[in-house]
C-alpha cells in the first residue's frame, strides 16, 4: 500500500491502523499529533482509524522548550 508520510512517499507492506504505523515507522506514541489528509485524528481513535491507499499523513512531535 502506497502512502505519503510528511510529503515522502512510503510504501507498506500491509495494512494498518495509526497505532501500528506509528510503531512501524519507530516514532513515539505519547507527544505525537496525527493528521490524515489534513484532518487531526484523535489519540483515542489511533488504534481504530485505518490507513487507506493514497493517504497523506502528518507527523508531529512535542517539543520542550519556550
Known amino acids: 500500500m502506497k502512502i ?3 510529503e515522502q512517499a512510503l510504501t507498506l507492506p ?3 491502523n495509526i497505532e501500528q504505523l506509528l510503531t512501524h515507522l ?3 506514541l505519547i507527544g505525537s499529533a496525527v493528521a490524515v489528509n489534513m484532518q487531526i485524528i484523535n ?3 489511533w488504534a481504530t482509524h485505518n490507513i487507506n491507499e493514497g493517504d ?3 507527523l508531529f512531535q512535542a517539543i ?3
Open 43 to 45: 489519540r483515542s481513535e
Open 14 to 16: 500491509n495494512s494498518m
Open 26 to 28: 519507530e516514532k513515539p
Open 4 to 6: 505519503q508520510v510528511n
Open 64 to 66: 520542550a522548550g519556550g
Open 56 to 58: 497523506s499523513i502528518s
